[in-house]
C-alpha cells in the first residue's frame, strides 16, 4: 500500500482490543430499558458491567451502550451470538470496544455533497487517502436512488481532520 494510503476494513477496530472482554453494542432500540439491555446478555456469560447509554431529559436509549464480561470467552460468544441479530426493528452490531482515548474520538463524519452516481465503494476509495475507514455508509432513498450523502468512520481523529 503507497505511503499515505489507508484500507477500508469492514467491521474492524482500529487495534486489537486491550480488553477483549469489553463490548460497544449499536443500534438498540430507544424504547430499550437498562433490565432489559443486561439480561440480553447474561446468557452468554458473567456481566461484570453494563452500561445503556440513555438521554439524560427523557431516559430513551440513545441506540448504544457497553458491556463487560468476566472472560474473553464469554465476550466473543456474545458477539458470536448477537451481532446481526434483530431486536425489534433494529439489527444489532456488537464488536469489542475502542480504549478510550483523545485520538479515537470524533472519527465519524458526516459527508454531503457526494455526487448522485458515486457507489460505496467508491465513497471508501475517496476516504482511504486520508487513513483506514472502519465503517462507510451512503444513504440511498427507498428506490435505491442515492441521497448524496452519507457516513464515514475513520480509525483516528487526525485521520478524520484530514478527510
Do not use: W
Amino acid at each position: 500500500m503507497p505511503a499515505g494510503q489507508g484500507q477500508f476494513v469492514p467491521g474492524a477496530q482500529a487495534d486489537e482490543p486491550q480488553n477483549p472482554c469489553r463490548l460497544i453494542v449499536n443500534y438498540l432500540p430507544s424504547n430499550l430499558q437498562e433490565g432489559g439491555f443486561r439480561n440480553l446478555f447474561l446468557q452468554y456469560g458473567n456481566v461484570v458491567n453494563c452500561k445503556l447509554v440513555t438521554n439524560k431529559s427523557d431516559g430513551a436509549s440513545m441506540g448504544y451502550g457497553f458491556v463487560e464480561y468476566e472472560q474473553p470467552e464469554e465476550a466473543a460468544l456474545a458477539i458470536q451470538s448477537l451481532n446481526g441479530a434483530q431486536l425489534e426493528d433494529k439489527r444489532l452490531r456488537v464488536s469489542y470496544a475502542r480504549n478510550p482515548s483523545p485520538e479515537l474520538k470524533n472519527t465519524n463524519l458526516y459527508v454531503a455533497g457526494l455526487h448522485d452516481d458515486l457507489s460505496q465503494e467508491q465513497m471508501n476509495q475517496l476516504f482511504q487517502q486520508f487513513g483506514t475507514v472502519l465503517s462507510s455508509k451512503l444513504l440511498r432513498d427507498t428506490q435505491g436512488k442515492s441521497r448524496c450523502v452519507g457516513f464515514v468512520r475513520m480509525s483516528q481523529h487526525s485521520e478524520a481532520l484530514m478527510a
